[in-house]
């Protein structure tokens, strides 16, 4: 494990479908992962993520006493195969570990 400190952060998930014209549209996702989050929370990030046949596996996840997230560690599969992964370590107020990928840069 990692000897630095990790920040609390707001989760942000933006699923954002803009039309461009009416021929192309564009979706970006913008995962981060804060220590305000709560188990409830997850599970409904990773089932948008499945609905949108991107692959949300949380590796290790880690509450404090009050069941607020403290550390976690998760993989991300995109429908094309592009794949990436991170882990935190303690969240502190300064970090916001997670993906994004904006698909029309593709």
């Known amino acids: 494990m990692k000897n630095h400190s990790c920040s609390n952060f707001f989760l942000v998930v933006l699923f954002s479908m803009l039309m461009a014209g ?19 929370d997850l599970d409904k990030i990773q089932a948008d993520m499945k609905s949108r046949r991107i692959r949300l596996n949380y590796e290790l996840l880690d509450f404090d006493e009050s069941g607020h997230l403290k550390q976690i560690s998760a993989r991300i599969e995109y429908p094309d195969g592009m794949k990436g992964s991170f882990e935190s370590c303690v969240l502190t107020p300064r970090d916001g570990p997670g993906f994004y990928r904006d698909f029309s840069e593709d």
């Open 22 to 40: 009416c021929q192309t549209q564009k979706e970006v996702v913008d995962l981060k992962f804060t220590a305000e989050l709560v188990q409830a």
